[in-house]
């Protein structure tokens, strides 16, 4: 399976500042997808991202407090924007390799706003 | 109702012991199914897939999948204390995936 590596792992940030993550695979994918898991929560899908084109958004999320990039098949970033106490969250960059053969996920950022 | 739904426990059995995790979906059109484990400040880690109904095992865990009655379900045998952690139940409609809530495992020394 696909190994990837995200970064940063943790960090703390104060209210209204920005935050990207990123996230590069050692194959390439054609999609990338954005989560986030709050605490004692599952995942929820923030947004997939497709090289080339612009990022498909969840409901409840939108592009301006999460835009995203996707400049090529092995690489992508999500930015927390205006960040807020509620965004503190672990945030996962995953892909699929194949079709039905499951998503792999990156190491995660554990993501702290004071 | 949700697309996927599990019990999210917490689940106790001692060491050694049969531990049997469950989840149903509710898409019927649902093609692949998938367990992840996950420790607590970990990632999640896919330990198990299965598209056909049956049992598929591997090692100490065994998948059963029922697509009839739209439950999938998790066995670990011979239960470790390494094997505590969050289990989540996925399953790939074809156009989206689908994650349950998770369910605590806690296996007792």
């Known amino acids: 399976s696909a190994v990837i590596s995200q970064k940063p792992s943790r960090d703390i940030c104060q209210r209204g500042t920005s935050l990207t993550i990123q996230c590069q695979v050692d194959?390439?994918?054609?999609?990338m997808f954005w989560y986030r898991q709050q605490p004692g929560q599952s995942l929820t899908l923030i947004a997939t991202a497709n090289q080339g084109s612009e990022a498909t958004y969840e409901s409840g999320f939108v592009i301006d407090k999460f835009p995203i990039s996707r400049p090529n098949l092995t690489f992508s970033t999500l930015t927390v924007s205006n960040m807020s106490p509620e965004d503190s969250s672990i945030y996962l960059c995953s892909v699929e390799i194949r079709a039905y053969y499951g998503y792999t996920f990156g190491s995660g950022t554990r993501l702290t706003v004071v | 109702q949700k697309e996927v739904e599990q019990n999210s426990g917490p689940l106790s059995v001692p060491e050694g012991a049969i531990a049997s995790l469950n989840c149903t979906y509710s898409?019927?059109?649902?093609?692949?199914f998938f367990w992840y484990r996950q420790y607590s400040g970990k990632s999640p880690e896919l330990i198990m897939s299965i598209y056909s109904n049956g049992d598929k095992e591997d090692g100490r865990f065994t998948a059963q999948l029922n697509k009839a009655s739209q439950y999938v379900s998790l066995l670990i045998r011979d239960s470790q204390p390494s094997d505590s952690a969050t289990y989540l139940c996925a399953v790939n409609t074809g156009n989206q995936f689908y994650f349950g809530t998770g369910t605590s495992l806690t296996v007792i020394p």
């Open positions: 898409d019927r059109v649902s093609q692949s």
């Open positions: 194959s390439q994918v054609t999609m």
